[in-house]
């Protein structure tokens, strides 16, 4: 990205006042990145863009938009980059928000589908070097996976403490279900869950704080941070019953949330692979 550009937007970025949206994924592409069909064309000192994205968060009101687009078919055919990132004014001629898709629970954004119909877009608005902006892309995604961590480690450890606080004061058979062992066995294993979920979470962001690779160990941490969450969440609402449904608390709202957390930034299934990948092709680097 030219250095004029980025000191123009980037600070607006920053502090919360533009807003900006990240768009990899198509209706046919989504864990498969090499299945997209979003075309970038060099014309001049531009590009040009013709295609949609689907699934991006902010989308449908982002100011700025990162796209990313086949440049060089033969090499993406191969499976070896072809791919060019482009950071977008979502004003300029050519490109539009199509529609907001409804998803389950409430992620604090809106979801939607892009479209690009000539969308000319200035070299010096590149992200990266040409054919290679899947390492960007992966960088960003990278990132978003350990952010994405944090946050479910952190409601897992509220809706603990909302079922440990309950449970001294809900009472059923003449003593608060804390005394009760089937109970206690849901409040253990959630605890469990969560303090490897935290150990995983700094340990692997300390490891990219060094620079170290980390590819195994993000794909770990996102995959079990988000499934763990679900099950935590899954447990404290048991823990509270019938209320436990009712989002008087705000678990089941919760539980919406995590549960939806399992399938952005790469599937838990998608992160099994790629931790399964590396192991074989690199050993046990942790």
């Known amino acids: 990205l030219d250095a004029d550009v980025r000191a123009g937007h980037l600070p607006q970025i920053a502090s919360g006042e533009k807003t900006l949206c990240f768009g990899l994924s198509e209706p046919d592409a989504g864990s498969d990145v090499f299945s997209i069909k979003t075309r970038a064309v060099r014309d001049g000192d531009d590009w040009v863009i013709t295609g949609s994205k689907q699934w991006i968060t902010n989308g449908p009101y982002a100011d700025y938009a990162m796209v990313f687009a086949i440049t060089d078919p033969e090499l993406f055919a191969q499976r070896k980059g072809g791919i060019t990132g482009f950071f977008v004014d979502t004003t300029w001629a050519g490109f539009s928000a199509v529609s907001t898709i409804p998803i389950m629970g409430h992620l604090g954004a809106e979801?939607?589908?892009?479209?690009?119909?000539?969308?000319?877009?200035?070299?010096?608005?590149?992200?990266?070097?040409?054919?290679?902006?899947?390492?960007?892309?992966?960088?960003?995604?990278?990132?978003?996976?350990?952010?994405?961590?944090?946050?479910?480690?952190?409601?897992?450890?509220?809706?603990?403490?909302?079922?440990?606080?309950?449970?001294?004061?809900?009472?059923?058979?003449?003593?608060?279900?804390?005394?009760?062992?089937?109970?206690?066995?849901?409040?253990?294993?959630?605890?469990?869950?969560?303090?490897?979920?935290?150990?995983?979470?700094?340990?692997?962001?300390?490891?990219?704080?060094?620079?170290?690779?980390?590819?195994?160990?993000?794909?770990?941490?996102k995959q079990h941070c988000t499934d763990s969450s679900n099950r935590v969440f899954d447990r404290c609402m048991q823990v509270h019953g019938g209320m436990g449904l009712t989002n008087e608390l705000r678990l089941e709202q919760g539980y919406r949330f995590t549960r939806s957390m399992r399938i952005p930034d790469g599937t838990s299934e998608i992160q099994k692979r790629t931790v399964a990948r590396d192991l074989i092709a690199n050993g046990i680097t942790f």
């Not at 509220?158 to 608060?176: D, N």
């Open 111 to 221: 979801i939607g589908i892009l479209a690009f119909d000539g969308l000319r877009v200035p070299d010096r608005y590149r992200l990266g070097a040409v054919d290679q902006g899947l390492k960007v892309a992966l960088k960003g995604v990278n990132t978003g996976r350990l952010g994405m961590s944090a946050t479910c480690v952190g409601l897992a450890r509220w809706a603990l403490v909302q079922a440990i606080e309950y449970a001294k004061v809900r009472k059923t058979f003449g003593r608060p279900i804390a005394e009760h062992q089937a109970v206690q066995m849901l409040l253990a294993e959630s605890a469990s869950d969560i303090y490897a979920a935290e150990t995983m979470l700094v340990d692997c962001a300390l490891r990219l704080e060094r620079g170290e690779r980390a590819l195994a160990e993000t794909s770990l941490v």
